[in-house]
């Protein structure tokens, strides 16, 4: 969300969702039929939404109903419900990005910078916003300013391994 362009989620990145394995004999990509032998397609992208717990994770008719096209795969905790329930989860993230994008107008205007971080880190400047992501195994500084949005708890101003958070510099 804060790159420059025009930001695209695909189906399931809300929730954190991984491919699911699909079985050949339960295959429905037509693409894929006969013009990729030996390769999956696209179906383990392209499996049911988890919507909650219930059968079929709430894809279909109440009760469980039909099956639906492919299968589900296991969920645990990646529903639409139970994201819905947890603002620490993958959804209530995604929101927040797409909430600060649209209220920030340096997220969709301003030049991309990218500025010098330590090796494992990335830091990029966008106007007065700092998004510092940190690709390493170990905490690693979050830098000066107000702390706007974080993927995790910014614990005495280090960013957590694996994590990044969205700084505005002071004075801006």
């Not at 909650?52 to 529903?79: E, K, Q």
């Not at 329930?85 to 909430?99: E, F, M």
Request: with cysteine; aromatic share 4%; hydrophobic share 40%.
């Amino acid at each position: 969300m804060a790159l420059r362009g025009t930001p695209l989620l695909y189906y399931g990145d809300e929730l954190g969702l991984p491919d699911v394995a699909v079985p050949a004999a339960a295959a429905r990509d037509p693409l894929a039929a006969g013009t990729l032998p030996g390769k999956d397609g696209r179906d383990p992208c392209r499996t049911p939404m988890p919507w909650d717990a219930s059968a079929h994770f709430g894809f279909g008719p109440a009760g469980g109903g039909a099956a639906p096209w492919l299968p589900t795969g296991p969920r645990g905790g990646r529903t639409v419900a139970d994201q819905e329930a947890d603002p620490a989860s993958t959804l209530q993230l995604t929101r927040r990005l797409i909430a600060l994008r649209a209220a920030e107008p340096d997220l969709r205007r301003a030049p991309l910078r990218f500025a010098g971080a330590p090796p494992g880190v990335l830091v990029i400047e966008r106007g007065a916003l700092r998004v510092t992501l940190n690709l390493t195994d170990r905490a690693q500084p979050r830098g000066a300013g107000k702390l706007v949005l974080a993927t995790a708890p910014v614990i005495g101003g280090a960013i957590p391994a694996w994590s990044g958070a969205i700084t505005r510099r002071s004075g801006a």
